[in-house]
């Protein structure tokens, strides 16, 4: 099978058939653990069928499908997440799924045994809409779920998570058994659409993804002295909300040299009013570096700038860890061999970390694993205008299937 028996046309029309079922005018509509999830999952029940495949649940209510190889264990896993936010995207997640579908179908198709057991997984509830958990499948999978802290959610309605994933015939406590199928894998890969701008600004329709960026999310509290606007002489101002400002700038300026990202996403001010001096201003830092040094010293210069800002100022500065996780980088050979696919299929190639979180950087904890991701016009995504060109799309599926068969093949 070559990246040319995959019929990518054939891929896309099981998309667009999935977001017929499933989305429409107001978006995809498969929240995990939700009617609309249940039918995206038929389906690509009704599509592996189609191939005589059928598919079973894990502890943690990922779908697995087994294409058996020439030597059976362990496997290929390719896969992604059918799972969407409400009023997602027709992609996002719901490519790399289709596109394992129909790597399958070409092997079916061809009568050709693939030389190792390919497993087709769909990860449960990649997007954490219901529960604000992110990743929950593949985190279980990967043996990262802190069942303490997740026994604790509740959806919208008020209803424990143990509750509502019961009616999935998921135990909650005994959702780590995922991690059972871990020796059914050799390698994992992943085809997902970027969900940002930067392969759309550099003319490519494809790139080998490196890992995931690490992130710092920080909260900077500063204190000054609050103030009548009118009768305080600006020489006598403590003024937090101006340090809290300078040191927006600065970061900007640190994210900028060090070829990261920073955001300050939130930023307010005490009292908050038009004739005071604000005396406490707080701001929300968050920081995301794919090298793990360059984050640290990202984190090092931004405190500085900070607490330079407030000396300057009269004022005092704290920060709070709000959240962090490490940078991930996937196995190196299996990056090279995403890298070549692009080349040989789009004839470019490009490596880049992730910006987002993806069932991948779950799976890259315990087993060698790759991505490639598709442009994604405009980088809109999560909503429904979110799509990639048809060109963009064959040319993506069918360096995935390459990167598949090449792999096999090691
Ligand atoms: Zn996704």
């Given at each position: 099978v070559s990246a040319s028996a995959i019929d990518a046309e054939r891929v896309i029309a099981d998309l667009r058939e999935l977001d017929r079922r499933t989305g429409g005018s107001d978006g995809a509509q498969r929240v995990a653990w939700t009617e609309g999830w249940r039918s995206a999952r038929s389906f690509v029940g009704e599509l592996l069928g189609e191939l005589g495949i059928e598919p079973d649940q894990d502890a943690a209510g990922n779908l697995w499908a087994r294409l058996p190889g020439r030597q059976p264990e362990p496997?290929?896993?390719?896969?992604?997440?059918?799972?969407?936010?409400?009023?997602?995207?027709?992609?996002?997640?719901?490519?790399?799924?289709?596109?394992?579908?129909?790597?399958?179908?070409?092997?079916?198709?061809?009568?050709?045994?693939?030389?190792?057991?390919?497993?087709?997984?769909?990860?449960?509830?990649?997007?954490?809409?219901?529960?604000?958990?992110?990743?929950?499948?593949?985190?279980?999978?990967?043996?990262?779920?802190d069942l303490a802290a997740v026994s604790l959610l509740r959806d919208r309605e008020g209803t424990p998570i143990a509750e509502v994933l019961a009616q999935w015939d998921v135990d909650l406590q005994g959702?780590?058994?995922?991690?059972?199928?871990?020796?059914?894998?050799?390698?994992?890969?992943?085809?997902?659409?970027?969900?940002?701008?930067?392969?759309?600004?550099?003319?490519?329709?494809?790139?080998?993804?490196?890992?995931?960026?690490?992130?710092?999310?920080?909260?900077?509290?500063?204190?000054?002295?609050?103030?009548?606007?009118?009768?305080?002489?600006?020489?006598?101002?403590?003024?937090?909300?101006?340090?809290?400002?300078?040191?927006?700038?600065?970061?900007?300026r640190i994210a900028r040299s060090a070829g990261g990202v920073a955001t300050v996403g939130s930023l307010s001010l005490q009292p908050g009013i038009a004739t005071a001096v604000p005396g406490q201003a707080e701001l929300l830092l968050d920081l995301r570096h794919a090298d793990a040094a360059e984050l640290a010293s990202m984190l090092a210069a931004s405190l500085s700038a900070a607490r330079g800002s407030a000396e300057e100022r009269g004022c005092e500065m704290r920060s709070e860890l709000v959240w962090s996780a490490p940078g991930t980088a996937f196995d190196a050979h299996l990056v090279d061999c995403a890298r070549a696919a692009c080349r040989t299929i789009a004839g470019t190639e490009r490596t880049l970390p992730s910006g987002a979180l993806h069932d991948a950087v779950a799976v890259a904890s315990v087993l060698p694993v790759a991505m490639i991701f598709s442009a994604s016009i405009g980088g809109v995504s999560h909503e429904r205008g979110e799509d990639t060109s048809e060109a963009d799309l064959v040319a993506a599926i069918r360096t995935f299937a390459l990167l598949v068969e090449r792999t096999l093949d090691d």
């Open positions: 496997g290929l896993g390719l896969g992604s997440h059918l799972d969407s936010v409400p009023g997602g995207g027709w992609l996002d997640g719901a490519l790399g799924v289709m596109t394992a579908v129909g790597v399958l179908r070409a092997f079916v198709q061809s009568g050709r045994t693939p030389a190792r057991t390919l497993w087709l997984i769909d990860w449960a509830d990649e997007e954490g809409a219901a529960f604000g958990h992110s990743l929950f499948g593949s985190s279980a999978f990967a043996g990262m779920l959702a780590l058994a995922a991690g059972a199928r871990r020796d059914r894998l050799r390698g994992y890969l992943e085809l997902h659409i970027e969900q940002g701008p930067r392969l759309e600004s550099e003319g490519l329709p494809v790139a080998a993804v490196s890992g995931c960026v690490g992130v710092e999310r920080h909260r900077l509290l500063f204190s000054g002295a609050a103030a009548h606007a009118g009768s305080t002489p600006m020489e006598l101002r403590h003024d937090a909300g101006l340090s809290a400002m300078e040191t927006a700038l600065a970061v900007e």
